[in-house]
């Protein structure tokens, strides 16, 4: 795949797959002047990170949260250089989440003070493993 053209080397790279791995791979690839082809099973791009429509409904399967999308956040220059974000995408940084669990809706916080009064709350039991978990971040 790759040829030396004088002192340069130039390619033209296979990528398996058009997911969000192979996609983000193709456009870095051909920033850097690289030649790229990707190859896809499905007959759609995107991978598991899709929707589809069903009886009227669109089941969105793709991504609710994104990490990193704070500017100067390791992420955030990712996400701007494959065109994911622009300078003036609005970013929504909810203060917690729901969730539905057997009919019942919960509202769960992203701060960690938060969360953690939630997990003693509603996972006494797991306490000791959350307080491990926190003591890592
Ligand atoms: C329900 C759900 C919710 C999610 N929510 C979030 C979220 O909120 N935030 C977040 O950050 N992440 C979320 N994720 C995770 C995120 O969507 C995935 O990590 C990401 O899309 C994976 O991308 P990928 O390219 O690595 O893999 P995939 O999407 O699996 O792509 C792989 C591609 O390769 C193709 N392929 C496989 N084998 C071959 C082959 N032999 N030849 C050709 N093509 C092949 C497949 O068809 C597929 O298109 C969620 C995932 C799911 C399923």
Redesign the pocket.
């Known amino acids: 795949m790759f040829q030396k053209n004088g002192g340069d080397f130039t390619a033209n790279i296979a990528i398996?797959?058009?997911?969000?791995?192979?996609l983000s791979t193709g456009i870095h690839l051909q920033q850097k002047g690289f030649q790229t082809e990707i190859?896809?099973?499905?007959d759609w791009a995107?991978?598991?990170?899709t929707a589809w429509v069903r009886s009227g409904y669109t089941f969105d399967?793709?991504?609710?949260?994104?990490?990193g999308t704070r500017r100067g956040d390791g992420f955030y220059q990712l996400y701007r250089d494959v065109d994911a974000l622009a300078a003036d995408t609005p970013i929504y940084n909810p203060p917690s989440l729901q969730m539905e669990l057997d009919g019942t809706v919960y509202e769960v916080p992203l701060q960690a003070a938060g969360l953690r009064a939630f997990f003693t709350q509603y996972v006494p039991r797991r306490r000791t493993a959350y307080r491990r978990a926190m003591r890592r971040h």
């Open positions: 398996i797959g058009a997911g969000l791995a192979g190859f896809e099973l499905a995107g991978g598991v990170c399967g793709c991504i609710h949260w994104m990490v």
